[in-house]
């Protein structure tokens, strides 16, 4: 009878015993440690490139890897529709030197700030951005209507007011500059006036680059927005859209 009770006992006893989980394994004495993944070695999974912390865009591409948020644009992209208590001549030149310095940090003629231009104008994201980047500082001063919304260069000095050729009226700060490239047959590029000295002129300029060769194809179609300075003879042409500019 033992036995038999035995028998018909030890199934309910198997039943209640707790499942082990697998044993760990035992490490190999002496044997090192996995190393931790590298966020650089995981940036290089990710994207295929080697991470370059003086890159911007690496930088925010790291922090989204991270999960980190990133920093917000040094320069609103947002339209600031606020007139300077200045003059509107000055408020065009303060919305132009807020942009000195952006680059091109999302492909040709893309960054955060470059788009904001580029929508002023309506044209598609990616389009040279030389007059979008005059309409953005002229609608961010809130410039009386008159001013060409446009993103076509030659339609920034119709009928100007000085030209290289004939002279006519002295060029004020603010007056959209236009400069001729012979291989286009028009005027190629342009930007905006920021002091005129007579045999040059001191200029803020998108698309450009800051080293770049007069008539270098990088001359008008650069890597972000510059202060440079020109001689008189290399402006084609120069308007006024902004009257006294009072």
């Known amino acids: 009878m033992r036995r038999i009770l035995f028998i018909l006992l030890l199934p309910p006893l198997a039943a209640c015993s707790p499942v082990r989980e697998p044993d760990a394994p035992t490490p190999t ?22 991470y370059d912390p ?7 591409k790291m922090a989204a890897l991270r999960g980190e948020p990133t920093a917000p644009e040094s320069v609103p992209v947002a339209m600031p529709a606020v007139r300077s208590p200045e003059t509107i001549r000055e408020a065009v030149l303060a919305a132009a030197r807020q942009l000195i310095g952006q680059r091109e940090t999302h492909g040709p003629n893309r960054s955060p700030a470059i ?3 580029n929508r002023i104008t309506g044209v598609p994201m990616g389009s040279p951005y030389c007059a979008s980047f005059n309409a953005w500082c002229y609608a961010a001063a809130d410039a009386p ?9 030659p339609d920034w000095v119709k009928a100007p007011g000085w030209t290289a050729a004939s002279g006519g009226e002295t060029p004020q700060p603010a007056d959209a500059f236009g400069i001729w490239f012979a291989s286009r047959g028009r005027v190629a590029h342009t930007g905006l006036i920021e002091k005129w000295e007579g045999v040059s002129a001191v200029t803020i300029e998108g698309n450009t680059s800051p080293s770049a060769e007069f008539g270098a194809a990088s001359d008008r179609d650069g890597d ?5 300075r ?17």
């Open 145 to 153: 209507p008159g001013w060409p919304r446009s993103a076509w260069s």
């Open 54 to 60: 003086r890159s911007r865009l690496d930088r925010e």
């Open 230 to 246: 020109r001689l008189a003879r290399q402006i084609h042409s120069v308007r006024n859209w902004l009257g006294d500019g009072r």
């Open 224 to 228: 972000g927005v510059w202060r440079k």
């Open 29 to 50: 004495p002496g044997a090192t440690p996995p190393a931790e993944v590298s966020w650089e070695e995981r940036f290089r999974r990710a994207h295929g490139s080697v």
């Open 115 to 117: 788009d904001a231009m």
